[in-house]
């Protein structure tokens, strides 16, 4: 199983970025996925999850601005991230949910 996260990078408050996890070596479209995030010195949390049916769920610090997607023909999961603050300065991680299989983390820094 491999989870290859990328989109990260540097960008000012209120900016947007998008987050992509492509899955390989997994039957994708059975699997419930999710977002989640680690920031400096805290503990890792989720920030979006999706079910195999396609039912989402947001953590309240990011709902109506963070949209969590998945294409399971191209088997990928993304996380569109709109208005952006310093806080959500974080590496952040997809995950096949209930299970050891992570991404490898992407960072996202976010200036104020």
């Known amino acids: 199983v491999q989870l290859q996260a990328s989109g990260g990078g540097l960008v000012q408050a209120g900016g947007s970025l998008r987050l992509s996890c492509k899955a390989s070596g997994i039957n994708f479209r059975i699997m419930n996925m999710g977002w989640y995030r680690q920031a400096p010195g805290k503990e890792r949390d989720l920030v979006a999850n999706?079910?195999?049916?396609?039912?989402?769920n947001y953590a309240d610090s990011v709902r109506g601005r963070f949209t969590i997607a998945r294409d399971n023909v191209r088997r990928t999961l993304s996380l569109q991230m709109n208005d952006l603050q310093p806080d959500d300065t974080a590496v952040y991680y997809c995950?096949?949910?209930?299970?050891?299989?992570w991404g490898q983390g992407t960072l996202v820094t976010v200036s104020s």
């Open positions: 999706i079910s195999k049916e396609g039912i989402t």
């Open positions: 995950r096949v949910l209930n299970t050891r299989h």
